[in-house]
C-alpha cells in the first residue's frame, strides 16, 4: 500500500524510520496529472531503490504564466491508482502553505544554464524550480533522485544545483518517453484541442527529419528549416529552435563542435506551450 503525507514534520518522522532501517531511499518529484513517462521514472526509482518516494506538488514559483498554473491538470486520485501499481511506497502531496510558509526569497545564479531557451522565454521559471526541488530534497534527503530529458535543461541545473549546495544525491537523469504518433508526453497535451493534438507530433517529426539532413544543411541553415516546417502547420507556432552543446547549452555554430550536439524545441500549440529535444551529435 503506498502511504501518502501532507504534512512536512510527519513525512520525515516517517521516512527516519526508513532510513534507520537501512533502506535507500530513492525521489521523483513530479507535479501530477501523471502519464507514461513520470511512470517510467517512478519505475526506475523503483528497481534500483528500497523505497520509493513520489512528490505530487503544482509549484507556483515556477510558473511565469499564471494562466498556465489555474489551468494546469490535477487528478490526484488518478495520480494515486497509477503509483500504487507502480509500486510506489510513499506520495508527498503538500498544500501550499506547507513548502511556502513565507515567501522564498532565494536567487539562485546559474550562469548562463538558466538564461538561454527556456530560460530566455520564461524569466523565473527555473529559479523557483530550484526552490523547490531544493526544499524537497532538504524534507526527503534522498540517496537518488529521478528527472526526465523531456526537460533537458532543467535536469542540466539541477545537476549544477545540486553541485553547488553540496547535496550528496545522485541525479538519475532518464530517457523521453512519447505516445505512439512520437509526441513527448506531457501533462500539457491533455489540454490540446483536437486538431492541435493532431498537428503537434508534427515537433518530433521535424527533429528526426533535421537530424537525417546534418550533411546537406548547416546549422544556421537546419534552424531556418526546421522554423518553416513547424510554421507551415497553420496550428503550430514555434518558440525558438536551437542546437547547443549539451553540457553547456550554449548555441553551436557547427556540426564540427567538439563536444555533444543536442537540438531543443518550443512550439506553440493555441495557447499550450510543448517542449521537446533531440541529440544530434
Ligand atoms: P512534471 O510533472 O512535468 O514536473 O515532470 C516530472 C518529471 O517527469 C520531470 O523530471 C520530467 O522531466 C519528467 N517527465 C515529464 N514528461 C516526461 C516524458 N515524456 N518522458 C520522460 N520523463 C518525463
Redesign the pocket.
Given at each position: 500500500m503506498v502511504q501518502v503525507f501532507s504534512r512536512i514534520d510527519q513525512f520525515r518522522e516517517h521516512l527516519k524510520t526508513v532510513r534507520n532501517a537501512g533502506r535507500s531511499l530513492g525521489f521523483v518529484?513530479?507535479?501530477?496529472a501523471l502519464h507514461d513517462?513520470?511512470i517510467?521514472?517512478v519505475e526506475r526509482c523503483v528497481a534500483e531503490n528500497d523505497y520509493t518516494i513520489v512528490s505530487i506538488f503544482v509549484n507556483p514559483t515556477q510558473f511565469n504564466d499564471k494562466n498556465d498554473l489555474k489551468n494546469y491538470p490535477r487528478m490526484p486520485e488518478k495520480d494515486l491508482k497509477m503509483l500504487e501499481s507502480a509500486g510506489a511506497n510513499a506520495v508527498f502531496m503538500p498544500d501550499e502553505s506547507e513548502i511556502y510558509p513565507e515567501p522564498d526569497n532565494r536567487v539562485f545564479d546559474f550562469g548562463m544554464l538558466d538564461k538561454v531557451m527556456e530560460g530566455k522565454f520564461r524569466p523565473g521559471h527555473f529559479n523557483g524550480v530550484a526552490q523547490v526541488v531544493s526544499k524537497l530534497f532538504d524534507i526527503v534527503e534522498p540517496h537518488k533522485a529521478y528527472?526526465?530529458?523531456?526537460?533537458y535543461q532543467?535536469l542540466a541545473i539541477i545537476r549544477e544545483m545540486v553541485k553547488q549546495l553540496g547535496y550528496k544525491i545522485e541525479i538519475v537523469g532518464?530517457?523521453?518517453?512519447?505516445e505512439a504518433d512520437g509526441l513527448?508526453?506531457?501533462?500539457r497535451n491533455l489540454l490540446l484541442s483536437p486538431e492541435h493534438r493532431k498537428s503537434a507530433p508534427l515537433i518530433y517529426k521535424t527533429l528526426q527529419e533535421a537530424r537525417n539532413k546534418m550533411d546537406e544543411l548547416s546549422v544556421k541553415q537546419m534552424i531556418d528549416w526546421v522554423e518553416n516546417q513547424i510554421n507551415a502547420d497553420p496550428n503550430l507556432k514555434i518558440e525558438y529552435f536551437e542546437l547547443v552543446d549539451t553540457n553547456t547549452l550554449l548555441p553551436v555554430d557547427s556540426w564540427n563542435h567538439s563536444g555533444g550536439i543536442i537540438g531543443c524545441i518550443a512550439v506553440w500549440a493555441g495557447s499550450i506551450r510543448l517542449i521537446d529535444n533531440l541529440i544530434f551529435k
Open positions: 518529484p513530479t507535479m501530477g513517462g513520470h517510467s521514472l528527472f526526465g530529458q523531456k526537460d532543467q532518464c530517457p523521453i518517453v512519447r513527448a508526453m506531457s501533462s
